[in-house]
């Protein structure tokens, strides 16, 4: 099993920045993805950023040139630096991680942190 603590959500101006962390712990051993998703109201959860072990990374291009994402494999965390923000980027933000399993892979989630960006 694996537990996720995401930390660093809040309300912040449009044109501000925020710094999300998500600490694993756990089964948290060999080859993983990291990343981040999110869902605002009455949408469907998308994909934000991820990273793998390695430090390959990818992202929505929504985000893209404005988000950064990082990890600390001595600390199983990983980060999103979110700047530049704007009002469509208010959502409940989720930490991942995907792990290979027996048959496909396995994903484990946190329980969401609210990032609201106002105008």
């Known amino acids: 099993q694996v537990q996720l603590v995401e930390s660093g959500g809040g309300l912040v101006e449009a044109g501000g920045s925020l710094r999300l962390s998500c600490e694993a712990s756990?089964?948290?051993?060999?080859?993983?993805?990291m990343g981040w998703y999110r869902q605002a109201p009455g949408s469907q959860r998308e994909l934000v950023a991820v990273?793998?072990?390695?430090?390959?990374?990818n992202y929505a291009d929504s985000v893209e040139g404005r988000f950064t994402i990082a990890r600390d494999n001595a600390k199983n965390t990983v980060y999103l630096q979110m700047n530049s923000l704007k009002p469509e980027d208010t959502a409940v933000y989720y930490c991942?991680?995907?792990?290979?399993?027996?048959?496909?892979?396995?994903?484990?989630w946190g329980q969401g942190t609210q990032v609201t960006v106002s105008s």
């Open positions: 991942n991680l995907r792990r290979p399993g027996f048959v496909g892979n396995i994903d484990y």
């Open positions: 756990g089964s948290t051993f060999g080859y993983n993805v």
């Open positions: 990273i793998d072990s390695g430090g390959t990374t």
